[in-house]
């Protein structure tokens, strides 16, 4: 089993940063694949960003590509989401979540992020 734990979210204003953590603990993580997800009041989860167990790859949805940044650091066991610019409509709760083969299977609890003035 994988423990996820997310942390770094909180209230900002429209324009702002925020920097969201993950860190993982009980069987390694090696070789798995992270992402960020976020769900929003009244809407689906949806995915956000994900990065490969090397860091050579990551991806985006289109609504963060350009503001939100993906990476790990395998050592410390951690994966983070650094968030720019961030729009009202990016108001959600955020998951960090491992997948070891093709499925996302370990989740974290979440973390509020809400943008506004």
């Known amino acids: 089993q994988v423990q996820l734990v997310e942390s770094g979210g909180g209230l900002v204003q429209p324009g702002g940063s925020l920097r969201l953590s993950c860190a993982a603990s009980g069987r390694t993580f090696n070789g798995y694949h992270m992402g960020w997800f976020r769900q929003a009041p009244g809407k689906e989860r949806e995915f956000v960003a994900s990065?490969?167990?090397?860091?050579?790859?990551?991806n985006y949805a289109d609504s963060v590509k350009g503001r939100f940044t993906i990476s790990r650091d395998n050592a410390k066991n951690t994966v983070r989401l650094q968030m720019n610019s961030l729009k009202p409509e990016d108001t959600a709760v955020y998951y960090c979540a491992a997948r070891p083969t093709v499925l996302y299977a370990y989740w974290g609890q979440g973390t509020q992020v809400t943008v506004s003035s």
């Open positions: 990065i490969s167990w090397s860091s050579g790859s990551t």
